[in-house]
């Protein structure tokens, strides 16, 4: 048994344990269920740029499921202009605490990339939030080499956040095609659980091309399938149903 079988089938275990009075759903999947990979750099591309806000959000529950805290977010003067400054209420409604959140703004693209290199070597992070906005020439293979070295290194997870960016050649473990799905009402109209339209582009060492629908659940710090007429979605490939049309899968890079 491969051992994200192995987990899946342990977490099916726990779940029912739980709660053996209802009928429990299988785990989205490993990757999403337990967050992803520590110690290595991961790509999160939003679709487009009104995406942004659940490309971070994605990036920001990933790191609360992993426990991969403190979180530093960089980003540039101008990503602050063009995409509004962050919203606190909001990144407590995902789980991160004001205390666990370091927000850095830099003058340009060239001043991210260092700072991002120099905080990939701080082991006392958890988690490294890289965002950057359109093409990102800085950001080219040899650059990713090094984020993915100093990762390994330190112990720190870097999530290299591309909003309004195609998808490139990188050294990261694993690259995703994030966008935002309209949440589905809770009991009397209260707002629902934020929904993201999830697809893995690229997975070292295994097969791309999956594609979710999932809720991120604060209180339980992973994510689920979202209700699609009235039932349980636990893996979803239903690309018909989904909100924005797929991104290319690469596999490349």
Known sequence: MSDSSALIARLRRIAVGRDATHAVPPPVDA???????????????????????????????????????????????????????????????????????????????????????DAARCAGLGTLLVESTGRAPGLDLTATRRLMLAAESSGVTILSLRVGAEPTASAAATRWGIAALPSVALEAGAPGLPAFDVECLRRRGGPAGQRWRVEWDRDAKNFRGTPLSGAGLSVAADRAAAHHPAAPVRRTG
């Open 31 to 117: 990757w999403l269920a337990v967050g992803l990979g520590r110690a290595q750099l991961h790509d999160i591309y939003a679709v487009d740029d009104a995406d942004g806000p659940s490309g971070a959000g994605f990036g920001i529950a990933m790191a609360v499921a992993a426990g991969a805290l403190p979180l530093l977010w960089l980003r540039t003067e101008a990503c602050e202009r063009r995409h509004g400054r962050l919203h606190a209420a909001g990144l407590i409604d995902l789980g991160l605490s004001a205390e666990s959140l370091v927000l850095g703004i830099v003058a340009d693209e060239a001043a991210l990339w260092r700072a991002a290199a």
